[in-house]
């Protein structure tokens, strides 16, 4: 078996430190899992090249090649990690886009690891305040550690190591610890017409 | 092949002049535009039903029976009929009532509508989109069939004993398409009664609708109407021609730049590569429709979007000069030399009511138990 890790991140920059904090999480949690004897694969999806692709399925309903795949391998996923940098006190306007487009039920019961990046360590309740609602809406699994990285905390403050490697066990634990769900697809086995005319039959 | 047209009503300023039409010269052009289909020799004009500005298309039997009357032989249908909204009595006796006048030409294509708060201004609840179009339709259906109604549901008043008049011309009800873009139930709905499918996909990649024309040909063999191949499949499409390719695409850009459901997204190159829009030649239109039976099979009715995004009038009916002249003739003889012979036409009255003589013996038919009852049970 193979444990599908999914990386998504908003970083603008080039290089990102969103992205950074992405990686580290990624690694740490590769780890974690391979502690169980299985295997991992890890897949990032950067949403700065999606930017238009998530703007166009804004307004045309329907998502374009690059963006179907990234939408597809995120619902597929058995663990993500969200990562966003801080803008105008909350995650960035393309973070939620790309949440915006995603097919609904996709996050159901999913583990889900919030992490973001800002400037400063002001900005940190962030991740309470505004991604865990988001995906507690979409009734995700989130792991009780959320990791923010300020930029000073690339520096001196071993802090951040120690977030990185908790939360990322969480994740490994709380992906170890679901059963897989069998994927249902409405288009391979669809809701029979009897039951649809009378559902409590 | 039936090919046709369907028009969403829409009023759309001409972004070329910011002029916009006012409701009155938009109803009236609609019936221009439907006599002009008739008159290059299309097989279909449908038209949708709105009851929100910027549309015009309330009332749509009023709309078709006005058309009907100035008509001798094109197919007078909807794109879509609200079967969620709409009371399904009324849809009976409409529709019922235009047959009668239009000595058949009708069919119907079900849909669910795309404005929210249409539902709450019918005094439905959009939660309840599905149940209401398996509930309204399973109604309408027994209306069309049945001389005397007894009938309960969770979304409507009860009838004891109703008779829905005028009975069907013929006593065969008129054909209905399904439509639906993305909803699995509704391929299901119309396998389960051996209904047409109609896969509006001008807005969505062709692979999605090829799933939703493969799951309703899969479960139209599986309810026992005939082999998958034998379903009854249409299609929407979208074109802008001229006889120059690129003379086609610079004068239609600007509509599709600011058009009311795609505008000021993807490119016109990116959307015509994604989706089935076609802006070019006649040729590239022709080749481009051929191409949609590659992942659809051979179908039945192909309808075209040509008159909405602000388009005046007159380039319109230029529009349908170019579609009537130089791509039906072709898509005719094309389809139907690539058509296997056990694979029907679409239904007409006509091919009805045939089919009723036949296996009843008699021109009218009478109420009689049907499937939806054991379903119900």
Known sequence: MTYRVVVISAGLGEPSSTRLLADRLAAATDRALRLTGEQVSVEVVELRPLAHDITDNLLTGFPSGALADALETVRDADALIAVTPVFAASYSGLFKSFFDVLEDGSLEGKPVLVAATAGTARHSLVLEFAMRPLFAYLRADVVPTAVFAATDDFGADAGLSQRVERASRELADSVVGRPRAAAQDPFEDPVPFAELLNPRA | ?377
Do not use: C
């Not at chain 2, 109407?225 to 695409?249: E, P």
């Open chain 2, 1 to 377: 092949m039936q090919i046709g047209i369907f028009t969403v009503g829409d009023v759309t300023p001409d972004p070329t002049t910011g002029r916009t039409p006012t409701e009155h010269e938009r109803i009236k052009s609609t019936v221009a535009i439907a006599r002009k289909a008739e008159e290059v020799g299309l097989d279909v004009f449908a038209t949708g039903e709105h009851h929100n500005p910027p549309f015009i298309a309330s009332a749509p039997t009023t709309t078709l029976a006005y058309i009907g009357a100035q008509t001798e032989r094109i197919i007078l249908s909807t794109s879509t009929t609200l079967i969620t909204t709409d009371d399904p009595v009324l849809i009976a006796e409409d529709y019922a009532k235009l047959q009668h006048l239009t000595d058949g030409r009708v069919d119907l294509m079900m849909g669910r509508g795309n404005t929210g708060p249409v539902y709450p201004w019918f005094g439905k609840d959009i939660r309840d989109g599905i149940p209401l179009a398996i509930e309204n339709y399973a109604l309408l259906h027994r209306l069309w069939r049945e001389d005397v109604v007894d009938w309960e549901g969770r979304f409507r008043t009860p009838l004891q004993g109703f008779t829905s008049t005028p009975r069907p011309l013929d006593g065969v009800p008129p054909f209905v398409w399904h439509g639906s873009i993305r909803s699995p139930e509704i391929a299901e709905q119309a396998a389960y009664y051996g209904d047409g499918f109609f896969a509006n996909h001008i807005f969505w990649p062709a692979s999605h609708t090829q799933r939703m024309v493969q799951l309703y040909r899969r479960r139209f063999e599986h309810y026992g109407h005939g082999s998958a191949d034998q379903a009854i499949v249409g299609l929407g499409g979208q074109a802008f021609m001229r006889k120059n390719s690129q003379d086609a695409v610079n004068e239609f850009r600007p509509y599709f730049d600011n058009a009311p459901v795609y505008g000021h997204g993807p490119s016109l190159e990116d959307f015509t590569e994604q989706t089935p829009l076609t802006v070019g030649s006649p040729q590239q239109v022709i080749e481009r429709t051929l191409g949609f039976r590659e992942y659809a099979g051979d179908y039945q009715r192909q309808l075209f979007l040509m008159d909405h995004a602000g388009l005046p009038l007159k380039t319109v009916l230029e529009q349908l000069d170019i579609l009537g002249e130089e791509v039906v003739p072709v898509l005719r003889k094309e389809f139907a030399a690539l058509k296997p012979a056990h694979v029907p036409e679409a239904p007409t009255h006509a091919s009805l009511l045939a089919a009723d003589v036949v296996s009843t013996g008699s021109t009218t038919r009478e109420g009689s138990t049907t499937r939806e009852e054991e379903a119900e049970v």
